[in-house]
């Protein structure tokens, strides 16, 4: 192992002058570079294995492709999930995620305790710099722990909730490259984290949506390589590149609809499970093909194996540098390795839609899924290579029992445990969590004592043409989109959220009437729906329902206090009624909300309510007894930290107050 601290660093402290005068001037000597590698880990958002060679043909992705080449390369590397969030968590820990307690993008926060990749390399010397380039990846989700420098995405404030929001390649790349020229002595370890196959597919030169969804997304992946090639071409000129060790990950993969998903999230199939993995050295003359299974979980242990770090725990991934050099050695140590199986999962159906969620093993050529009836593939059977058709579950019955052994023996390996339950979130996660229509249970933890009543795969598409309808409701094309939203409804009596959206698109086509029923027969398996509370409010308002306008409007704020549109009806509502010290304190709220959205549309919002209706109102309140108390309590509401929008509705607060 190397040493914790630069030879120089330690040289200095033993360095003495001898009795007597001492000298004329003492030239400070230029710091020593620490000769411990740098390590470039690049993490690929929904990048399948097959658009790099040599798991596909090449030419996508031509900066790759090379690299590759001369790489160490996991031909049969898999996600833990084919998620974005828990799958980055074992990439970082080493553990599969009902290890570390992430199973699912936002509604978790990686536990603190987590000896992560970044924490182990910063205690030991390395500078530690993370550019992510997406929400999902936040800071606020845990993954920053260790972290010296974590260049993340914000979410972006609309009137409602937040929003989701990405940074294209370009800028990752330029923003990798000014972390790489640091003017500091020390190794680095840099996370560069690419999004941009991920829908939306918006890179430059994309072709249009009416493409073949193959060529749309290849496009996304062009743009991508051309952006890291960059960050290569920059390391070369810099002559980093001869110390430094690059390892690239993806997260998971993308149907494209070749099995039965088109994205990725709710199904394990081989398309969003696969991954590219490999690992190249300083001087590009590692390379070689890894036989045995692989994971995300192993970047973990392969990064520290490359610092000389210890494991400190127990985990599941293994070090694919000494995995290679069992494999070349051959005998017990390679037949051990072929005896490797790996764990994966998704449980954002079940978050979603109730549905089964689903877990599984992988062990030779085998694939076991439990569903509500077990699965068991052979994705290497030439009837269909990878594609999952041919359920064998029933024809070896061996092998089922044999994998399910596994799949408990691989919960009950003595590793590491987090908790990584959240029941803390923000207030405005939870408020968008909600507006999704994530059920309840999935906010603060999970009851794992209950499961889904609903296949996965046979119930997918109902997904599906959910999404194809509001896309059809986006272009303004009402008729088709209501006929198939009203079809799933009639398929799922039960599920409140697709009578919501079902409302959403006849609120859309002016159908107010058939409107307001869907959003009544949604609030009716579901009272707690926000959006349905919203436009009932709203459209109780305007049909000059005073009393039920203020029902639903109030149980909006409370559900979802970020919620701008909510208040800005409610406040309307109080108007009328002339109940001003509710106009005073929705006013405040608006100003608030408002005034950090930071959006042209917010600043309009503030800046109405700051020169018309927080003047109006408190005219309006002048003779009332209870202005000083108002006034008190508006301005403690208006507290630290505050936005400019804030700051002039204190000034006109006190004003108010001094007038008094």
């Known amino acids: 192992m190397a040493p914790p601290f630069p030879a120089a660093r330690i040289l200095a402290c033993c360095i003495a002058f001898p009795a007597g005068e001492p000298p004329a001037r003492a030239q400070e000597a230029p710091p020593v570079a620490d000769a411990r590698p740098n390590i470039l880990l690049v993490t690929l958002d929904t990048t399948r294995a097959d658009a790099i060679a040599p798991w596909g043909p090449g030419g996508v992705a031509p900066a790759f492709d ?3 080449a001369e790489s160490l390369v996991a031909l049969r590397a898999y996600a833990p999930a084919p998620l974005t969030f828990p799958s980055h968590a074992s ?14 993008n936002d509604l978790y926060r990686l536990d603190a305790s987590a000896r992560t990749t970044a924490r182990l390399l910063r205690d030991a010397g390395w500078r530690t710099e993370a550019v992510v380039a997406a929400t999902v990846l936040r800071a606020s989700t845990g993954l920053a722990n260790g972290f010296d420098t974590y260049i993340d995405v914000k979410y972006r ?8 929001a990405r940074r294209p390649a370009d800028d990752v790349s330029s923003l990798v490259l000014e972390r790489i020229a640091l003017d500091d002595p020390r190794p680095w370890f840099i996370w560069a984290h690419y999004f941009d196959p991920h ?56 149907g494209l609809r070749i099995q039965q998903e088109f994205t990725h999230s709710y199904l394990c199939e081989e398309g969003t499970l696969r991954i590219p993995l490999f690992v190249r050295r300083p001087d590009g003359l590692l390379r070689g093909r890894l036989e045995t299974l692989a994971t995300a979980a192993d970047v973990h242990p392969t990064v520290l194996s490359i610092a000389g770090i210890p494991l400190p725990d127990a985990i599941h991934g293994r070090d694919l540098l000494a995995t290679f050099e069992a494999e070349g050695r051959g005998g017990a140590a390679a037949e051990a390795l072929a005896e490797r199986s790996l764990w994966f999962e998704t449980w954002a159906g079940w978050h979603v839609y109730g549905w089964v969620r689903l877990e599984g093993v992988i062990a030779g050529r085998f694939k076991y899924v439990t569903n509500l009836r077990d699965e068991l593939f052979d994705v290497s059977d030439p009837r269909d290579p990878g594609l999952e058709k041919h359920n064998l579950a029933a024809e070896r019955p061996e092998v089922v029992r044999a994998l399910k052994q596994r799949l408990a023996a691989l919960q009950a390996e003595p590793v590491a445990r987090l908790d990584s339950a959240a029941p803390n979130l923000p207030q405005e996660e939870v408020s968008r969590l909600m507006e999704l229509g994530y059920i309840a249970r999935s906010i603060g933890g999970d009851d794992t004592s209950t499961n889904g009543t609903l296949d996965p795969r046979e ?30 409804v009639r398929k799922y009596p039960g599920n409140a959220i697709f009578r919501e959206l079902l409302g959403k698109i006849l609120l859309q086509a002016e159908r107010k009437a058939a409107a307001v029923e869907a959003f009544r027969s949604a609030l009716e398996l579901d009272p707690d729906l926000v959006a349905s509370n919203f436009y009932l409010g709203a459209l109780m308002r305007q049909a000059g329902q005073a009393d039920e306008a203020r029902r639903f409007l109030t149980r909006t704020v409370e ?30 709220v608006i100003i608030r909300l408002a005034g950090s959205m930071g959006e042209e549309d917010g600043d309009a919002i503030a800046r109405e309510s700051l020169e018309t209706w927080l003047p109006n109102v408190l005219r309006r309140l002048a003779n ?6 108002l006034v008190e309590r508006a301005m403690q509401e208006l507290a630290e930290p505050a936005s400019p929008a804030q700051e002039r509705a204190r000034e006109i607060l006190a004003a108010a107050r001094v007038a008094r």
Not at 91 to 98: A, K
């Open 559 to 588: 559900l979802s206090p970020v919620h701008l549109e909510g208040w800005l009806q409610l406040r309307a509502v109080h108007d009328r009624a002339r109940e001003y010290d509710r106009v005073l304190h929705d006013t405040l």
């Open 91 to 104: 990439m970082l820990t080493g553990l599969y995620p009902f290890a570390h307690g992430v199973r699912d």
């Open 157 to 164: 404030h609309a009137r409602n909730t937040i929003l989701n």
């Open 624 to 629: 009332d007894p209870r202005l000083p108390e």
């Open 199 to 254: 829908q939306p597919y918006v890179a430059p030169d994309s072709p249009p949506r009416t493409a073949p969804l193959q060529e749309q997304y290849d496009a996304q992946v062009r743009f991508l390589d051309r952006e890291f090639a960059r960050v290569l071409a920059g390391l070369r000129e810099s002559g980093a590149l001869a110390r430094t060790w690059i390892l690239v990950c993806g997260d998971h993969g993308e």
């Open 66 to 68: 090379a690299l590759a």
């Open 459 to 488: 119930h997918y598409q109902s997904a599906v043409d959910v999404e194809w309808a509001l896309a059809e409701a986006a272009e303004g094309r009402f008729d088709g989109a209501v006929k198939v939203i009203d079809a799933v």
